[in-house]
Structures are given as structure tokens and as C-alpha cells.
């Protein structure tokens, strides 16, 4: 048996110790602090749609899951003789995954992601298509161009359309997706300098956009989504994810609105903490390892960005849900890189 190299780069010899490092090579491959970013994204876009989260919802997160983790692991196939040059750390350059192995791990998460997609409906599946289509368009052909952000930010907004679309409600759904969608922008904008810095132009327009968007995601808007004021006008929460109205009995958490323009502000506030440092440092300094904590923190207040979002929405019981992701990220984010 050959063996297999550790985080160390070390060679972990046979026996015991290739299946850990075997492990921690596919986790960095797939970037696994980056996966709590996921699942708020088809929360807050059921939120958007005035429902409430149901089976269809799991199969969404499931699906958005898939098609995530496939995205991250075509990047490093389609960047590794890049990285081989700039990271060679990185699981493929380093030899700890085989190219092959990586292509046919994307293949496979996109078909599993696809499916999980068709199983919450049709709706689902219309948004879960073309959704994989930017994936894949983005790492082989469009990352290195000047579409490739904008193509990044239209698969966020298009996850977060993924969500609402199980409730059959996908209009409400899209301002939250283009605010997503703005910060997912700026964060890739300021990653095509991850690996070389140079530029305080990109860190100071992504810290220009979180001020933007924690001001517009610190209120709720002045009406609620159609689903949770039809449902107000009944005396009941709001709607279910198949678009019937839910008992009041079975919706935990509902406060009046204003307790939910506080509980937004405040996840607005934890948003801009987040994200708004880390750009600064970068923007002051634009070296390698500023540029790449400024992604990192870009990445992990997503997670606050949600969960104001769907405060905003008016669920203020599934926003704190969503929030509770982020001290996971970070934990796991101790032992595995979120970039």
C-alpha cells in the first residue's frame, strides 16, 4: 500500500492511518466549514414566501447540499494545475485525492442533488437545473472572466429561489435572493485576488455593500410577504410549505412584528461584525493573507445574512435556527480551512 499524506504532508504509511488522513483530504476537499452556509439559504427563501419549512424543504436543503459540495469539489479539479503552482497543499496537487476520483465525486453530487430536487417538485426541479448549470459553467468556463462573480452570485440567488419554490411562492422570494446574491458578489469579487492580494479596490466595495445590506436587512419590510398576511388577516402564522395555511398551534416562536425588526437588526448588526472587519483589514493591506481571511469572513457572514433575511420575512423562530449554524461553522472551521 502506498499510503497517503496527512495535513502535515506527511506520509501516513498503510494500516490505520489512511483512512483519518484519507478523511481530512476529502473534508478540505469539500470545504465542510463552508457547508453550514447552505441550508439558510432555502430557509430564508420559504421565509421570503411567507411559509413555513416542511418536507419539501428537506429535500431542497438536501438538493442545495449536493449541488454545493459538487461545486466545491470541480473547483479544485478545474484549478489544479493552479493550484499546484500557488497551493499545493490543497488535497489535489498534493496527491491525497486523485483527479479522477474528484471528477466522478462532482458528477455524482450534481445527479444526487438533482434528484433530491425532482422528489420536492417540479417547481424544485426547475430552479435545481439551471442551478447546476451555473455550477458547472462557473468552475470550467466562467471563473476566470469577468462573469464568473456575477455567475457565482446568480447560483446563491438561485439556492435561495430553490427554497421558496417548494412552496410554490417564488416571487416574494426574489428580493431576498438579489440582496444574497449582491453579497455573494462582492465576497468572489474580492476572491480573484485570494491567492496574489494587490487590490484594496474590491475589499472597499464589499465593505461598501455590507453597510448597504445590513442597513437594508436590519427592518422588515413595510408588508409582509403575501402568505404570512393572508394568514394574519385568519389569526393563524402563516402558510406551510405546500401553501396551506398552518395551525397557529403548530408554529412555535411568533412574536409581534416589532420584536422582529429587533431580532433582524440585531442579526443585521452580526452580519456587518462579521463581514465588515476582515474587508477592512484587507482593503488597508491587501496582502495574500488578509485577502483570504477577508473571503473567509465574507463566507461565514452569509450565515448571519440569512438568518436577517428571514427575520425580515417575519419568522423569527427560523431565524434564530439559522443563526445557530454559525458557531458550527467555526468549530469545524478550527480543524478544516472554509477556503
Known sequence: MTGARDATGAVAAGGAGVRPSRALAWAELLRLPALFTVPGDALAGVAAAGARPGP???????????????????????????????????????????????????GALTAAGLALAARAGRPALAVAAPLAATVWAYDL???????????????????????????????????????????????????????????????LAALATTALLARLTARQPTRLPAGRREAASRGLPGLSATGRAAPAT????????????????????????????????????????????????????????????????????????????APLGRRFARKVSIT
Open 56 to 106: 419539501r424543504t428537506l429535500l431542497a436543503i438536501g438538493s442545495s447540499v449536493c449541488l454545493y459540495e459538487a461545486g466545491m469539489v470541480l473547483n479544485d479539479w478545474a484549478d489544479r494545475a493552479e493550484d499546484a503552482a500557488e497551493r499545493p497543499h490543497r488535497p489535489l496537487p498534493s496527491g491525497r485525492v486523485h483527479p479522477s476520483a474528484a471528477l466522478t465525486a462532482a
Open 141 to 203: 468556463a466562467l471563473k476566470h472572466t469577468p462573469a464568473g462573480p456575477v455567475a457565482m452570485a446568480g447560483a446563491r440567488a438561485l439556492d435561495l429561489v430553490l427554497g421558496a419554490a417548494t412552496t410554490g411562492r417564488v416571487r416574494p422570494a426574489l428580493p431576498s435572493a438579489a440582496l444574497l446574491g449582491t453579497h455573494t458578489l462582492a465576497v468572489t469579487t474580492v476572491s480573484r485576488r485570494e491567492t496574489t492580494g494587490g487590490s484594496a479596490l474590491a475589499p
Open 250 to 325: 403548530r408554529h412555535p416562536g411568533r412574536r409581534p412584528a416589532g420584536s422582529g425588526e429587533r431580532l433582524a437588526a440585531a442579526l443585521a448588526a452580526a452580519y456587518a461584525a462579521t463581514a465588515a472587519r476582515p474587508f477592512l483589514h484587507a482593503a488597508l493591506n491587501p496582502s495574500p493573507p488578509l485577502t483570504q481571511r477577508a473571503v473567509g469572513g465574507g463566507i461565514r457572514a452569509t450565515i448571519p445574512l440569512q438568518a436577517a433575511l428571514t427575520a425580515r420575512s417575519g419568522a423569527n423562530a427560523l431565524a434564530v435556527l439559522v443563526a445557530g449554524l
